[in-house]
């Protein structure tokens, strides 16, 4: 705890009027947010690469995020630091009956769906009347991600397929929805509305399977980026670069450097 109080030191003054820094005095809630995002990605990308002493790094990156606030909050008379920790101190015990209680729960599904009950009448009781499904999913959350939690929301009051085979059929409909588009040249606006219903049904399809679409597109981009330097090395050993080669030659290349990435698993 000494370095924590350390750290809210250390933010209070940077954030002095006479003596603190001129950038940090400049922020306000809003302008942080682009950081503190970034932080966050930034904290996953090391958990992804296992690097857990650039983890620790990042983690204290956020952690600064979260004190930055608190001090915007103290300066301004909304909250402070101490009022955050009771926050989330009184939020986890309230919904852990379970551990800090006499509630009892058979099995996880039981355990989820108590957790979802609490979470739902919070939000009605901060809504001060009528809370819609969809209530409280947060609009600055990637969209694939976003797309999951409100179709997630919607799964909960029944507005769901049972079968995983039938959001197969639906891909397949939006696909051919984007053929339809092109073919009779709707323009771009009727084809950006359609792969963005594609983008959603895959978000499902993720769904329906147990897959966090995030991570899975993370992990493609990964690879796609490993195998293209991986190409791009294999060119530079014979002194040239992709743009010498045609999309046949990068194609054949890109087969090898897979062939050899899977014999090297």
Known sequence: MEHLRRLLEIMEHLRDPQQGCPWDRRQGFESIVPHTIEEAYEVA????????????SELGDLLFQVVFYAQLGKEQG???FEQIA???CDKLVRRHPHVFGDTGYEDEAQLREAWER????????GSHGRAGALDGVARALPELSRAVKLQRRAARVGFDWDDPQEVFLKVEEE???????LAEDHGPGRVEEEVGDLLAAMANLARHLGVDPETALRKANAKFER????????????????RDCGLAELDALWERVKEAEKAGD
Do not use: N, V
């Open 45 to 56: 990308d090391a958990i992804q690469r296992g690097d857990y002493a650039e983890l620790r």
């Open 118 to 125: 609490s979470k739902e009448h919070e939000r009605s009781a």
């Open 86 to 88: 009771q926050a989330i």
């Open 175 to 181: 696909l051919g929805e984007i053929h339809e588009a």
């Open 78 to 80: 909304l909250f402070d």
């Open 227 to 242: 195998r293209f330097r991986a190409m791009e090395d294999h060119l530079d050993a014979e002194g040239r670069t992709p």
